[in-house]
């Protein structure tokens, strides 16, 4: 484990609201990344992007920083109009 690991474990004993903050960031930041990397895989910028999935360049932008806290409706609809498949997996921490 790295000093940011054993610093995040230790806060996350401390404080359940740490914890639950810490945790919601995490998914969102799994979120924007699975997006930037499906963007990248299509060569396309975050303008491109936004006009073929039907959404403003703003929101891809917050998608893709973590600052949005995206429905799966929304990433349905990235799918769809990516022509690629929405999958849900569980991995080990």
């Known amino acids: 484990m790295t000093e940011i690991d054993n610093y995040i474990k230790e806060r996350k004993s401390r404080s359940t609201e740490f914890e639950e903050k810490y945790n919601e960031y995490s998914k969102r930041l799994d979120v ?3 997006v930037r990397q499906l963007r990248d895989s299509l060569h396309m ?8 999935v039907g959404k403003p360049q703003s929101t891809i932008g917050r998608i ?3 600052r949005f806290n995206v429905s ?9 109009s990516t022509d690629t498949k929405l999958e849900i997996k569980y991995v080990k921490k």
């Open 72 to 80: 799966w409706d929304v990433l349905n609809d990235i799918a769809q």
């Open 64 to 66: 893709e920083t973590g």
């Open 45 to 52: 910028t975050q303008r491109e992007f936004a006009e073929v």
């Open 32 to 34: 924007a990344v699975a």
